[in-house]
Structure formats: C-alpha cells, structure tokens
C-alpha cells in the first residue's frame, strides 16, 4: 500500500494553523498535541514563504485569516446555544467564510499556485446584503 500525501497550498496551511490555535485554546486537555502540529505547520509555511513575499498584505490577510476562524468558531457556539437566531448566525459566519475564501484564493494566486482544484467558494447568494458588500470591498482593496 503507497502513502498519498496531500500537499497542502500556502493558504491551506495559515487556516490550518489559526485552527489549531483555536483547537489548543478551546481544548486545554489535548493543547500539547495541538502545540506539536502547530510546530510542524508553522515549519511548513516558513518553508513556503519566502521573505521577499512577506508584506503588510500578506499580513493583514493572514490576519483576517485568523480572526475569521475564531469569529466562525463563536458563531457556531452562539448557534448550538440560541436556536431562534440561529439561521441569522449560520448566515453571518457564510458571510465571513466567503471573505475568508476570496483572501485564501488571492494568497494562493500570490504563491503561484494555479491548481484550480484548491480554490475556495467565495460567494453563496446573488444578492449580498449591504454590511457583506462593504467587508467583500474591504477586503478585495487589499489585492
């Protein structure tokens, strides 16, 4: 039997690794486990990233990377908690999942990967609602 790696882009491996951090956070008891991955993902993407790309774009993506995750994270406890509201959370943590995935997609570009496969969802209604529209514009002038 052969092993089938999967070689993971440069954005897979910033999401991987601001969920890990949440992982280690929200799970205290498996925080030593995590804190290994992360140290292996961390290698993976200093090797990945050269410093003639490291920029505050880059940054400030990476950035809204990680705090997306955790805002995505919290929306899903808020839904299993409020069930009355929980299609408007749901809703709100696809708004912040498609400008994650527009901000992946560009970093991918970035890092000259063109393999189409990796590429993320980045819309999930024709009509976007005014406060998505605004953040999408945001994050889109950071190209």
Do not use: P
Not at 27 to 51: A, P, Q, R, W
């Amino acid at each position: 039997m052969t092993n089938n790696y999967y070689k993971y882009s440069t954005s897979e491996l910033i999401e991987l690794l601001t969920i890990l951090q949440i992982k280690e956070n929200k799970f205290k008891d498996e925080s030593k486990k995590y804190k290994k991955i992360i140290e292996l993902v961390s290698k993976n993407i200093k090797n990945k990233i050269k410093k003639n790309k490291i920029n505050a774009k880059l940054i400030t993506q990476i950035s809204y990377i990680s705090i997306s995750n955790l805002e995505i994270w919290n929306l899903k406890d808020k839904m299993l908690e409020d069930r009355k509201n929980y299609s408007a959370l749901l809703y709100r943590a696809m708004e912040l999942n498609c400008v994650r995935n527009i901000i992946s997609n560009n970093i991918n570009k970035k890092f000259h990967k063109q393999d189409h496969t990796k590429n993320k969802i980045s819309f999930f209604v024709k009509n976007e609602k005014k406060n998505f529209k605004s953040l999408k514009n945001f994050y889109m002038e950071l190209f």
